[in-house]
């Protein structure tokens, strides 16, 4: 019989709080509130008497994390009321509010995300919350911090074919949506002046890479560094989807965890301690996630990043599984509709979780190959990681690549060179454009490289397989039974050593 210690008492009981997550994500019943209260009363009482017994209070933990976090994410759905912005759905209304993030501009409109604070009723002002995206043309531009009236019909998000646009929405609190509405200034500069200043700076920082990059190689970079792929052809956006590399143009915590593992290789490599390579990298990561303005996407994957560095740093990567536990658990408290609703967060986790249970295994398959500009590290970090985000992708998309293995080991590598040398260019083309023009020849040439890899290897006719989506029970078995292999692979390793 298992024996319960401390710790296992401790992740039990995390993994009761994102069961409930789950399981009141995925099961649309509003609980009553009186049940959770009496569950949740019965389970600290049941703790407090009994703290002693470790069953009891394995039990007692594990009931009260699991109504924790029913109720966390019932907290987060809304209640639609005369005081929220989607009651007034599928009607004509005017509006005043804020902008409240940088525009979306797209190939033939702008997206916005206006924070709405009134709303007018039978010719008065009313205290209304809530955003609503709207729908624009190109020009005039709109900028974080305006003040807008609006006036237009206000729509529910809807799913859209398969894509679910209403839960995609939902995760950001969106409700309501308004398209080509009449739109006035009232003011500008109503935002954070902090926020503004870095929205700002990143525009500049911008401006430099596509005065020193051609077309595609400019929207490649834009697309790694600032998360817009504007330039980018679809017939390229195709080819990284068809060889399994279309991380490599996101800000996810896919793309950020194995790119901060690879950059420790990198300087542990380059002759740096493993200390000093484990700051080195917390002030690359730092520097960037200041120059891209705090995007919510890039704070969780680098949180996800910092973690699997840690404890590479540590030497406990096999042991870190309690950590990347409360990571989660802090970014679904935060929002709980990440779990079901943001395959980013659903990468990132499954990266890190791959990184860890897999890569020690992988390290003794691979331990001939040279350390050399962290090759190793590379072909480790990116198998690793790939061996428990592929349940997810084949779900989300439909879509198996066959060579991606091989697609990621040869691209990877260059990838934190093109981001370091990049960034630094750019940096230095906020004083000179021009020498900044010269430091991004080996940019060009490193995307280049990987605009040639990708498009051959997304030509080739048998470079991905098309298969039915999973149903997401049948990922959540892949899931169970990858875990339970590991498990009893190290079980036997143990006992060989026992």
């Known amino acids: ?28 019943f509003d609980f009553n509130w009186l049940i959770i209260y009496i569950f949740i009363l019965t389970s600290v009482t049941t703790i407090f008497l009994f703290y002693k017994n470790k069953t009891v209070l394995a039990i007692g933990l594990s009931i009260l994390f699991l109504f924790l976090g029913i109720a966390r994410y019932q907290l987060s759905l809304p209640k639609i009321d005369k005081q929220n912005l989607a009651f007034y759905n599928n009607q004509e209304v005017v509006l005043e509010g804020i902008v409240c993030q940088e525009s979306d501009i797209r190939q033939s409109n702008a997206k916005i995300n206006l924070q709405v604070e009134k709303i007018l009723i039978d010719e008065n002002w009313q205290e209304v919350k809530g955003k609503v995206l709207i729908t624009t043309f190109l020009y005039p531009e709109y900028n974080y911090g305006d003040r807008l009236e609006i006036k237009g019909k206000l729509q529910p ?14 995760r950001f609190n969106i409700y309501s ?11 500008a500069n109503q935002g954070n002046k902090i926020y503004a200043g870095i929205l700002n700076f990143k525009n500049k920082f911008k401006k ?31 080819n990284f989807s068809l060889t399994g590399t279309s991380h490599v143009m996101a800000i996810s915590g896919l793309h950020i965890t194995i790119i901060v593992t690879i950059l420790m290789g990198l300087l542990i490599g380059l002759g740096l301690k493993r200390s000093q390579a484990f700051y080195g990298v917390i002030i690359i990561l730092f520097l960037y996630v200041v120059m891209i303005g705090f995007p919510a996407s890039a704070m969780r994957a680098s949180l996800m990043g910092l973690m699997v560095l840690w404890a590479m740093k540590e030497g406990r990567l096999n042991q870190s599984t309690n950590a990347l536990l409360i990571v989660a658990c802090v970014l679904l408290l935060i929002n709980p509709k990440l779990l079901r609703d943001d395959l980013g967060f659903k990468l990132s986790f499954g990266a890190v979780l791959g990184i860890i249970l897999v890569a020690p295994l992988l390290e003794k398959v691979f331990h ?18 790939q061996v428990f985000t592929l349940p997810l992708i084949v779900l989300s998309f439909g879509n198996l690549s066959v060579i991606s293995p091989i697609a990621n080991v040869l691209i990877l590598p260059v990838v934190p060179l093109i981001m370091m040398l990049g960034l630094g260019a750019s940096l230095i083309g906020l004083i000179s454009l021009k020498i900044a023009q010269i430091l991004f020849w080996p940019v060009w040439l490193l995307l280049t490289y990987i605009i040639k890899i990708v498009t051959w290897f997304g030509e080739l006719n048998f470079s991905s397989l098309k298969i039915e989506r999973l149903s997401d029970g049948l990922v959540i078995v892949l899931y169970l039974v990858l875990i339970w292999v590991i498990w009893e692979f190290k079980r036997a390793k143990n006992k060989c050593r026992g």
């Open 157 to 170: 998000p809807e799913q859209i074919e398969d894509f679910k646009y209403d839960r995609y929405l939902a």
């Open 177 to 187: 949506l308004m398209y080509y509405p009449r739109i006035k200034v009232i003011q």
């Open 368 to 385: 001939k190959l040279p350390e050399t500009l962290g090759l190793k590290s590379s072909i480790t970090m990116t198998l690793s990681a």
């Open 208 to 238: 430099v890479i596509d005065l020193s990059l051609p077309g595609e190689q400019a929207g490649i970079f834009g697309a790694m560094t600032l998360g817009s792929r504007r330039g980018v052809s679809e017939n390229l956006v195709q």
């Open 1 to 28: 019989m298992m024996q319960l210690t401390k710790n296992k008492i401790f992740v039990l009981s995390l993994i009761c709080f994102i069961v409930g997550i789950a399981g009141r994500s995925w099961i649309e």
